[in-house]
Nanobody, 121 residues
Framework: QVQLVESGGGLVQPGGSLRLSCAVS????????MDWYRRAPGKQRDLVAT???????NYADAVKDRFTISRDDAKNTVYLQMNSLNAEDTAVYYC???????????????WGQGTQVTVSS
């Protein structure tokens, strides 16, 4: 069955870094675009970063130049490297697999269960 399992979240101090991973199974990973979303407490779920099946990337303005999305098709895994973290980055982070013909704001696709990232001193 389809599975997306996020890992790598945790508590980090402001200015610190974390690397999230999302390991997928049950579908042809290399055929899908991958997204990272996040939901902060009391807020809507927001798109953070996108990587197409050919490796093109796009980022939300709030994380541009601080976060990097990447993928390893051999490992069926997508990553989110997060640097210079601040309190506003505190959220549950979700990965999502999406067929390319759907836009990034498409609400369907395959979703992971989320991983908590807390930025606090």
């Amino acid at each position: 069955q389809v599975q997306l399992v996020e890992s790598g979240g945790g508590l980090v101090q402001p200015g610190g870094s974390l690397r999230l991973s999302c390991a997928v199974s049950g579908f042809i990973f290399r055929s899908y675009d991958m997204d990272w979303y996040r939901r902060a407490p009391g807020k809507q779920r927001d798109l953070v970063a996108t990587i197409t099946n050919s490796g093109s990337t796009n980022y939300a303005d709030a994380v541009k130049d601080r976060f990097t999305i990447s993928r390893d098709d051999a490992k069926n895994t997508v990553y989110l490297q997060m640097n210079s973290l601040n309190a506003e980055d505190t959220a549950v982070y979700y990965c999502r697999a999406r067929k390319s013909f759907f836009p990034p704001n498409f609400t369907g696709g395959f979703w992971g269960q989320g991983t908590q990232v807390t930025v606090s001193s």
